[in-house]
């Protein structure tokens, strides 16, 4: 055949197949958005999505829409998922239909902030891997930690985790292989990238281990449930029959535990407490101070007259030390973490004067069990992180003691409390409004080498409280002889005449004259006093910038 007749021949079946192709690619790009449309338009006539709605629960879109500023989201791997292609008579084949990656990924602004995110489908293969792929979630785990922007996890589901299924399609079991996961997480916390959990559904397996190792995690109560394995499963474990998701791991008890941290009502009040507690913390610890709110509206020269009223004069009585904490922080600022992870101690996110403060406190004048000590070295340590400096209003009557506390070791947990209190470093103001008595109280007072604290004079400190069995302890042959000359009566009426002497020297004001005590100040001044000592510490070439730059240039290193 000749040359010519070649080309000829070439050229026929080239202009053939640019009429197929057009010049502008438009061919692919109208496959883009139509496989786009399928992943974004709800599939409302799946059992799985209406049994979502039927349960209360938002469908995911809408849970990003709700979170995230208005039009802000833009999502990362949209058309990742298992794609149907129909053959073409007249041309290549195109796509039919999309089943999506269960885990959405994408980044957008809350309050014009950037923030990455993931959040579960749980209508597409219950969150399972099945249908979600790992890399998708690695990625964005990977970019909040390479961008150092905050991170936000939707979970309802497995989150990616596996299931028995899986061994079918792979033809083999698999190695459970989580290095990498849990490698990048644990860098982004201790690195103070903001970790925020939500449970909105059941989150099982991979899914509650990526929320309990976020710095903040709260569960909608309507619709969450946490747990390492669902009741079908715990059956066959452990013999449990007929746990309902709420009973194994409802909202209640998981907080209750501690494992996590808040209860939101619903979804959007989840939304709501993950957009305020964000509001409190920095985008990357390692490289910035939390955001401050200037000019504060609650000037901190602001007086209660009636701030001291919350601690009774009569010991037997409780302080109402939430109500302190309520008058001495700005106006509505104050964000519980953790209020029914143990009734001995407040943790908690505030404002004094517009920056951002951790609190810590003693709650109902009970000594620490071994939840409290948890709870407050968990917040110690987020607070480093994300260098918050904290204020704490001491009223610690010791460790708990008997049979019960025993059994929780709760010297162990104390143990802990004091290593969180003396690995961090983050700046640490203490009031003290009333009792300080013991181990527990001394690590307390004095978690820093420079003693930056305040006494009120309510205050009550020593190595073990006078009323508390320690006279009698002290006491015990003078008491006993006193028994012997005048009987029971005699025992009593010297008891009490030593409670008054020991009570008489109670008197804040005799440790002040020695200097044991650094400051004794009027309660309704107390305001003006921490408001000062958080503006300094904020304050340009001070102790948080100071801390920030030993961060960055690697001589400082904290731990989550």
């Known amino acids: 055949m000749a040359p010519t007749d070649d080309a000829s021949k070439a050229t026929a079946r080239l202009a053939q197949l640019q009429s197929h192709l057009p010049a502008d690619y438009s061919d692919i790009t109208s496959q883009l958005t139509h496989l786009e449309t399928l992943a974004r338009t709800p599939p409302t006539t799946q059992a799985s999505y209406q049994r979502q709605l039927s349960r209360g629960k938002l469908w995911v879109r809408d849970r990003i829409t709700s979170l995230l500023d208005p039009d802000s989201f833009y999502e990362i791997g949209p058309t990742t998922g298992s794609i149907t292609w129909t053959s073409s008579s007249d041309g290549p084949p195109q796509p039919t239909d999309l089943i999506p990656s269960n885990n959405l990924q994408g980044r957008g602004t809350i309050n014009s902030r950037r923030v990455l995110l993931t959040a579960d489908d749980f209508a597409v293969r219950a969150g399972h891997a099945d249908g979600a792929l790992m890399e998708k979630t690695l990625y964005v785990e990977r970019l909040a930690l390479h961008t150092r922007t905050p991170i936000i996890k939707l979970v309802d589901g ?27 997480v644990a860098q982004q916390c201790d690195l103070g990238i903001p970790n925020v959990g939500a449970i909105l559904g059941p989150a099982v397996g991979l899914g509650a281990t990526r929320a309990a190792m976020c710095h903040f995690t709260v569960i909608a109560r309507d619709v969450g449930s946490f747990f390492a394995a669902g009741p079908k499963v715990v059956e066959h474990a452990t013999f449990e029959e007929g746990l309902t998701n709420d009973e194994l791991g409802g909202a209640a008890l998981q907080t209750a535990n ?39 509206s609650d000037p901190i020269t602001r ?78 340590r987020m607070c ?23 059994r929780e070791a709760t010297m162990k947990a104390g143990v802990e409390m004091a290593k969180a209190y003396y690995s961090t470093t983050v700046p640490v103001y203490s ?62 009426k010297r008891l009490e005449e030593l409670k008054r002497e020991y009570r008489a020297m109670e008197n804040p004001l005799r440790a002040a004259a020695r200097f044991n005590v650094e400051e004794v100040i009027r309660p309704e001044e107390t305001r003006r006093w921490a408001g000062e000592w958080v503006a300094r510490q904020y304050e340009k070439g001070g102790v948080l910038e100071r801390r920030v730059a030993e961060r960055m240039a690697g001589r400082l290193v904290v731990r989550f």
């Open 258 to 296: 501690g494992t996590l941290d808040n209860i939101a009502l619903n979804e959007h009040d989840a939304f709501h407490q993950i957009r305020t507690f964000l509001s409190y913390v920095p985008s990357c610890g390692a490289s910035e101070l939390p955001p401050i709110l200037l000019p504060s």
């Open 303 to 380: 007086r209660d007259l009636e701030i001291a009223t919350h601690i009774p004069r009569r010991p037997a009585r409780a302080a109402n030390v939430p109500a302190i904490v309520d008058s001495l922080f700005d106006k509505d600022s104050v964000f519980v973490i953790g209020a029914t992870f143990s009734r001995t101690s407040l943790t908690a996110l505030a404002r004094l004067g517009g920056h951002p403060v951790g609190v810590i406190a003693n709650l109902s004048s009970l000594a620490l069990d071994a939840a409290g000590c948890k709870k407050i070295a968990k917040h110690l």
């Open 384 to 406: 480093d992180v994300f260098n918050l400096p904290v204020v704490q209003l001491i009223d610690c009557p010791g460790f708990a003691v008997g049979s019960a506390a025993e």
């Open 431 to 492: 009031i003290v409004v009333r009792r300080c008595y013991g181990v527990a109280g001394g690590i307390m007072v004095d978690p820093r080498e420079m003693k930056e604290r305040v006494f009120w004079p309510s205050a009550e400190f020593g190595s073990l409280p006078a009323d508390g069995g320690g006279i009698e302890v002290a006491h015990r042959g003078e008491l006993r002889k006193e028994a012997e000359r005048r009987g029971r009566e005699g025992y009593e």
């Open 158 to 184: 497995s989150s990616g985790g596996g299931s028995v299924t899986m061994t079918m399609k792979l033809g083999f079991t698999p190695l459970p292989s989580l290095h990498n996961f849990f490698s990048l």
